[in-house]
């Protein structure tokens, strides 16, 4: 495990097979955030809080944006394992988290589902168990939980990001960068206005 030090998971839960942490306890340093990930971020959550009056070049948005995202939090990831802070980040609001994932998933529609490597093709499209409106909902809940305590205590919120990357959405980061560039390989970003 990268982070040797991390003391304990306090707490997680599922909700319909989607995972939201709800507390954590580790030790870290203060860590130097970089302005690049800082803006990516907000980005990303500008992008996501947009949706609705954002038809069109959204996803193309996304799509362009993950990629960097992902790139400068693995910057972060590597000044966080020299840190030592107590994180107890408050608790994803569920109906919050699904009414945005509903939302999503309406805006998608036949973009949102695609195919895990363990899903069975023989039971056709409603086999499919990969959701991109529930990675996209989950990259945001967690890093609004950062943003959160962000002003206060930078540190903490560095320590709430990569710690989350690690344990939760870091994978969901993967699957919509994989599932985004399926969906660009068949000019299918743009969506209807």
Not at 23 to 41: G, K, L
Not at 82 to 103: C, G, N, W, Y
């Amino acid at each position: 495990m990268p982070f040797a030090y991390l003391q304990s998971v306090i707490e997680s839960t599922k909700l319909s097979g989607m995972d939201a942490i709800i507390s954590i306890e580790r030790t870290a340093a203060r860590p130097q955030i970089s302005p690049e990930f800082i803006a990516n971020a907000r980005r990303y959550c500008e992008l996501i809080e947009s949706r609705a009056t954002s038809q069109g070049l959204w996803l193309v948005r996304i799509s362009e944006l993950l990629p960097r995202l992902h790139a400068s939090i693995s910057a972060l990831l590597v000044q966080c394992r020299e840190a030592t802070l107590t994180v107890l980040p408050e608790p994803v609001d569920l109906d919050a988290r699904f009414e945005l994932f509903s939302q999503l998933r309406a805006s998608l529609a036949d973009r949102d589902a695609y195919w895990l490597e363990f899903d069975t093709f023989g039971e056709g499209m409603a086999a499919m168990t990969g959701s991109l409106a529930d990675d996209l909902t989950d990259i945001y809940c967690e890093l609004k939980q950062g943003f959160q305590i962000f002003e206060s205590d930078p540190g903490q919120a560095a320590a709430i990001w990569a710690f989350g990357y690690e344990q939760h959405w870091g994978q969901h980061l993967v699957d919509a960068e994989r599932h985004l560039a399926m969906l660009e390989a068949q000019s299918r970003l743009r969506l209807s206005v």
